[in-house]
Every structure is written in structure tokens, then in C-alpha cells.
């Protein structure tokens, strides 16, 4: 069960670094081999803290290593924390799309 105060939470969100990105990725070089792309969205759980502790693919793109990076990618991500209706930091859950093209030559 949810309690009140979560339930009127906020949801984390990623947190920008000072040159305005939330992080680096790189894409597979196995996926890049196969020419895949897509689009992953991965279900995360951000401690109050803002650090990921848990992901999994709610919809994948239909490449495993796609997929992989997805979550690889979020755990390296700082969030801002959900917060309660007081504005205080909770834990919390939020969904992150992650859209995959391959890279320019």
C-alpha cells in the first residue's frame, strides 16, 4: 500500500550537469555492427538520495544490448529525488525513454 504522502509525490527526474547534458552514452558497438536502432523505456527506482537503484525494461526496442545500455546509461544518471507534498526527498519510481539512432559516419 502507498501511503498518502507518496502517493501526491513528485516523480524523479533527471538532474543536468553544468554543461546542460544529464550524462554520456555510447552506443553498443554490436548493435552499431547490426544496424539496430529503436526506442527502450526502462522503468527506474531513484532513492531519495537521487542515485538508481533499480531498472528494467518496461518496453523494449527489440535489441537485448539496446536494451542493456538503456539501463547501464540510467544508473550513471543523477536524479533529482521525488519528493513528498512537504518537499521532501523520497524514494520514487518514474519511467525513462531512451531513443536509439545510429550514430552519423
Not at 552499431?32 to 527506474?44: D, F, P, S
Request: glycine letters at 8%; one cysteine or more.
Amino acid at each position: 500500500m502507498i501511503s498518502g504522502s507518496l502517493e501526491n509525490a513528485t516523480p524523479p527526474k533527471p538532474a543536468a550537469r553544468q554543461d546542460g547534458s544529464i550524462g554520456a552514452f555510447f552506443y553498443p558497438p554490436e548493435a552499431v555492427a547490426r544496424r539496430e536502432e529503436g526506442k527502450t523505456i526502462v522503468t527506474i527506482h531513484v532513492t531519495a538520495k537521487g542515485k538508481v537503484d533499480a531498472c528494467s525494461v518496461a518496453t523494449s526496442s527489440g535489441s537485448a544490448s539496446l536494451d542493456k545500455a538503456s539501463c547501464d546509461f540510467v544508473r550513471q544518471v543523477r536524479f533529482d529525488p521525488a519528493r513528498d507534498e512537504t518537499g521532501k526527498a523520497v524514494d520514487g519510481s518514474t519511467q525513462f525513454p531512451m531513443n536509439w539512432h545510429l550514430p552519423k559516419k
